[in-house]
């Protein structure tokens, strides 16, 4: 399969304008006549000006165009905009560089915040994402504006702002992003004084090494973020449970993925144990837990074990998931397709999988578990299977897109 070095820079400017933009629009967006981008494809005439002009409306670096590096994986123009906002709006706060706006009020912010958030568990990515560029910069302004001593809660406001884009940004492979914007929010969650912000940030920092990979670093985070704040369960609040127990989860889904099956089954036990004693879901800083949670991702957890049994029966014991976030259910389902095709339950796998991305199509293009989930079923040149490649709408191993893997589909 071709690497995405190996087309030419005309060839990659088509690629990346792909069938959403015709060379007209291109042309129109970028101010150059329609013979000059034709040339530019065609390899004839790329002159410098162009360039920067082609790479500015398509939103993406020259370096991409050059074919110096590839393309975000999944990521079609509308995100590489957002994505473009996303990061002027964190390093540019970072470097306290003044915005000219209105500061909203903290209880502004706060509901602005929730919706972000519930944008986020929803799956809508992009849109969290388009809030979280604004919702930063005016966070910004408003500490910019309180009084001196009364700055705790506007540290906390950036924070999680920071932690949405962070999030936002590791989900659509924006790595080095995600990994600005994580630092900005662990610094202004110690601003804060916060405990549970700052939990919450190191979990997120555990993240962004669990999806690149650096399995070892997520779990030393993910085990101390989860010790410093455990409660007493006889005095804990439901908030308080709600941070620990999906701190905890998540440390159980890093133990498993490093094959850690002790380790694994003690997290998920305090996870089970922090559920029950919530006996319903609750929603705090921008996450949920509950019991529901504890079942259904230890389903994925299971099945990172080996432990297919144990995860069909868990399925078998899971009735209702109308309480979990959008988000939560479409993973719970790919969880699910993963097990069937664990057991070479193949239709029953594709089904399961099929339902889930007809479900959620948007949500669905920044997960790499789809595909891992139709290569472990098999290449069978069957009417579903052809169905349900189609619904994922990539091809592995083409045009700097690589195929995913186990390690890095969460």
């Given at each position: 399969?071709?690497?995405?070095?190996?087309?030419?820079?005309?060839?990659?400017?088509?690629?990346?304008?792909?069938g959403?933009?015709?060379?007209?629009?291109?042309a129109?967006?970028t101010?150059?006549?329609?013979?000059?981008?034709?040339?530019?494809?065609?390899?004839?005439?790329?002159?410098?000006?162009?360039?920067?002009?082609?790479?500015?409306?398509?939103?993406?670096?020259?370096?991409?165009?050059?074919?110096?590096?590839?393309?975000?994986?999944?990521?079609?123009?509308?995100?590489?905009?957002?994505?473009?906002?996303?990061?002027?709006?964190?390093?540019?706060?970072?470097a306290?560089?003044?915005?000219?706006?209105?500061?909203?009020?903290?209880?502004?912010?706060?509901?602005?915040?929730?919706?972000?958030?519930?944008?986020?568990?929803?799956?809508?990515?992009?849109?969290?994402?388009?809030?979280?560029?604004?919702?930063?910069?005016?966070?910004?302004?408003?500490?910019?504006?309180?009084?001196?001593?009364?700055?705790?809660?506007a540290?906390?406001?950036?924070?999680?702002?920071?932690?949405?884009?962070?999030?936002?940004?590791?989900l659509?492979?924006?790595?080095?992003?995600?990994?600005?914007?994580?630092?900005h929010a662990?610094?202004a969650?110690?601003?804060?004084?916060?405990?549970?912000?700052?939990?919450?940030?190191?979990?997120?920092?555990?993240?962004?090494?669990?999806?690149?990979?650096?399995?070892?670093?997520?779990?030393?985070?993910?085990?101390?973020?989860?010790?410093?704040?455990?409660?007493r369960?006889?005095?804990?609040?439901?908030?308080?449970?709600?941070?620990?127990?999906?701190?905890v989860?998540?440390?159980?889904?890093?133990?498993?993925?490093?094959?850690?099956?002790?380790?694994?089954?003690d997290?998920?036990?305090?996870?089970?144990?922090?559920?029950?004693?919530?006996?319903?879901?609750?929603?705090?800083?921008?996450?949920?837990f509950?019991?529901?949670?504890?079942?259904?991702?230890?389903?994925?957890?299971?099945?990172?074990?080996g432990k297919?049994?144990?995860?069909?029966?868990?399925?078998?014991?899971?009735?209702?998931?109308?309480?979990?976030?959008?988000?939560?259910?479409?993973?719970?389902?790919l969880?699910?397709?993963?097990?069937?095709?664990?057991?070479?339950?193949?239709?029953?796998?594709?089904?399961?999988?099929?339902?889930?991305?007809?479900?959620?199509?948007?949500?669905?293009?920044?997960?790499?578990?789809?595909?891992?989930i139709?290569?472990?079923?098999?290449?069978?040149?069957?009417?579903?299977?052809?169905?349900v490649?189609?619904?994922?709408?990539?091809?592995?191993g083409?045009?700097?897109?690589?195929?995913?893997?186990?390690?890095?589909?969460?």
């Amino acid at each position: 399969m071709p690497q995405w070095s190996d087309y030419s820079n005309g060839e990659r400017v088509k690629i990346l304008r792909g069938g959403e933009i015709k060379q007209a629009d291109l042309a129109e967006m970028t101010g150059l006549s329609l013979p000059t981008i034709q040339a530019a494809e065609q390899d004839k005439r790329l002159s410098l000006p162009t360039l920067l002009k082609i790479a500015a409306a398509l939103s993406v670096d020259t370096s991409v165009i050059l074919g110096q590096q590839a393309p975000r994986r999944a990521l079609r123009q509308e995100d590489r905009t957002m994505m473009r906002d996303l990061s002027h709006a964190v390093h540019d706060t970072a470097a306290g560089i003044p915005e000219t706006i209105e500061a909203p009020t903290l209880d502004e912010l706060e509901e602005i915040t929730r919706r972000g958030w519930e944008l986020y568990w929803k799956g809508h990515y992009a849109e969290a994402g388009a809030i979280g560029a604004p919702l930063l910069r005016s966070a910004a302004a408003r500490l910019h504006e309180q009084p001196a001593g009364h700055e705790a809660a506007a540290w906390g406001l950036v924070a999680d702002a920071y932690r949405i884009c962070a999030y936002v940004a590791n989900l659509m492979g924006v790595r080095d992003l995600a990994y600005a914007a994580i630092g900005h929010a662990q610094a202004a969650a110690e601003n804060a004084g916060d405990d549970l912000r700052k939990a919450l940030v190191v979990s997120g920092r555990s993240w962004v090494y669990l999806r690149d990979a650096r399995l070892p670093e997520a779990l030393e985070l993910a085990e101390r973020a989860a010790t410093e704040i455990e409660p007493r369960f006889s005095r804990a609040t439901p908030e308080q449970l709600t941070v620990y127990g999906s701190h905890v989860n998540f440390a159980a889904v890093v133990a498993s993925r490093m094959g850690d099956k002790e380790r694994a089954a003690d997290y998920l036990s305090q996870s089970h144990a922090a559920g029950a004693r919530m006996g319903q879901e609750v929603r705090a800083h921008g996450t949920l837990f509950g019991p529901v949670s504890a079942s259904t991702q230890a389903v994925g957890i299971n099945v990172s074990l080996g432990k297919i049994g144990k995860a069909l029966d868990l399925i078998d014991s899971i009735r209702d998931t109308g309480q979990l976030s959008k988000a939560a259910q479409n993973r719970y389902e790919l969880d699910k397709a993963m097990a069937q095709a664990e057991a070479k339950m193949w239709d029953a796998s594709l089904d399961t999988l099929e339902s889930a991305l007809r479900s959620a199509p948007q949500w669905a293009r920044h997960q790499a578990l789809p595909q891992v989930i139709v290569s472990k079923v098999g290449r069978a040149s069957t009417a579903r299977l052809r169905r349900v490649s189609k619904l994922i709408g990539a091809t592995p191993g083409v045009a700097g897109f690589p195929a995913a893997t186990a390690k890095t589909a969460l």
